[in-house]
């Protein structure tokens, strides 16, 4: 392993990693190039690094100066990590929409951070471009890093991003993929490749709400809506955009944003933002849409751990509407059924057919588990146990396992409430839900309260 001076030496460099699982396999290769292991933990630490060394060059940033920038939340960071390195001070301006953990980054490495409404207009005083550009101009000694207009941004992807793909794929690469936000990072990386390689095609995604996929269409500036996917998208053209490399835009919603992120970690293991959902979401489709032996690469701009309370959240998930039964887990619906029992209620298979009546009654359910330490044995349901007293009062005394019926069906806290369908159709309408041991209990009432958002 190599020695370096500061953690500004690791920017760049990042590997491509070959998308299997996710890619279909009658398609082209699909690799990934992996931003978040820069230091920083996002693409824009290579856009921070540049912007400040020009600026410093260009004599605009003194020793004790501060960096003011509109973000949400990666470019900041890689910001913080240069003003730490270089004794800057650092304001950041973020959407209210960011995630928390973005918000306790910044902080963490010692900048100030000011949170401004994300549904007004860019041109509004309010607007986090507009409270920027105020502090910066207010704060001697600052400079605004004006990623969306800097051409540093866009100049260090032409110049290093772009030949590290190239080298990596051997100058073999048929598309490329890539979102947009400042508009620097596929700008600039596809210019690069084109200049190489003409026929090279550029795919860019965008999130529904956003105005560039009509701009770049047809020319016209129209209003932005809001929407949930951080860092790409925007209300504005900005200008690090160059639409003369981007062969065509495609809209991406939030909630195949965010499904995608959610698949990307359980199936190759790569955890990862929601606008690398939105990226990669359109680089299946297009790996899909080309022959088996070309290549197309896409970019992983974030690390998932920023959004641990968004999206990677079954809970956030279903207060957004984004998770059906055929998507959420059955620890969530668990989590969201009534409380005001026990998570399970069972009975042993030692106890008598009087203590599980008893039981039954107390807590007003109609049959229960039989669980002996961790071991789900068997069930008993009312209906049956008091036919067999009725027949015979002496049953009452009777071990609940001499008179038990099958187990209910068990799954893993993970498994899908889609899952859970089949058995609740075929069985006594319950299923147990297991860690290491049985942990709770949803019925076919549940399902259904779930699926209606009750």
């Known amino acids: 392993m190599k020695k370096v001076e500061t953690v500004l030496d690791l920017i760049g460099g990042t590997p491509l990693v070959r998308i299997e699982k996710l890619a279909d396999p009658q398609g082209a290769q699909l690799w990934a190039k992996l931003e978040y292991l820069n230091p920083g933990g996002s693409v824009k630490d290579r856009i921070a690094q540049r912007i ?122 048929d598309a490329f993929v890539a979102s947009m936000g400042t508009g620097g990072t596929i700008s600039g990386i596809a210019r690069y490749l084109k200049e190489r390689n003409p026929a090279i095609k550029v795919w860019a995604a965008d999130p529904f709400g956003s105005i560039l996929k009509t701009y770049k269409d047809t020319g016209r500036m129209t209003t932005g809506h809001p929407y949930l996917v951080e860092g790409i998208g925007e209300d504005i053209v900005p200008g690090n955009l160059d639409f003369e490399v981007i062969d065509e835009v495609v ?60 999206h990677f959240s079954d809970e956030w998930m279903q207060d957004k509407g984004m998770l059906t039964r055929e998507r959420a887990s059955l620890e969530l619906l668990r989590q969201l059924k009534d409380q005001e029992l026990p998570p399970i209620v069972n009975v042993a298979g030692d106890q008598s057919v009087k203590e599980a009546l008893e039981r039954m009654s107390a807590y007003n359910v109609s049959q229960l588990p039989v669980i002996d330490g961790k071991r789900n044995v068997g069930s008993v349901r009312e209906s049956n146990l008091l036919a067999k007293v009725l027949a015979d009062n002496a049953q009452m005394e009777q071990p609940v396992k001499e008179v038990m019926e099958e187990p209910f069906p068990t799954l893993e806290e993970s498994a899908s409430v889609a899952q859970s369908i089949p058995l609740l159709l075929k069985h006594q309408g319950v299923v147990l839900i297991r860690d290491d041991r049985p942990v709770g209990f949803i019925t076919r009432h549940d399902v259904i309260n779930f699926s209606d958002g009750r």
């Open 251 to 310: 809209n991406v919603s939030d909630a195949d944003s965010f499904h995608m992120s959610r698949q990307l970690a359980r199936q190759e293991g790569i955890f990862a933002g929601g606008s690398t959902g939105t990226i990669l979401k359109l680089a299946v489709d297009v790996a899909a849409g080309m022959r088996p032996g070309q290549v197309v690469v896409t970019i992983v701009p974030d690390s998932g751990e920023r959004y641990l309370s968004k």
């Open 52 to 173: 400040v060394a020009d600026y410093e060059a260009e004599g605009k940033l003194l020793p004790g100066g501060t960096i003011v920038e509109a973000t949400s939340g990666n470019t900041g960071m890689g910001l913080a990590i240069v003003a730490a390195i270089k004794d800057y001070r650092s304001i950041f301006v973020m959407p209210d929409k960011v995630s928390d953990e973005k918000r306790r980054l910044l902080r963490a490495m010692g900048a100030e951070v000011v949170i401004c409404p994300t549904a007004v207009v860019a041109d509004d005083p309010q607007s986090y471009y507009s409270v920027a550009r105020r502090l910066a101009e207010e704060t001697p000694g600052a400079v605004l890093a004006n990623q969306y207009f800097n051409p540093s941004n866009l100049n260090v992807h032409y110049e290093i991003t772009g030949p590290e793909i190239w080298e990596q794929t051997d100058g073999k690469i």
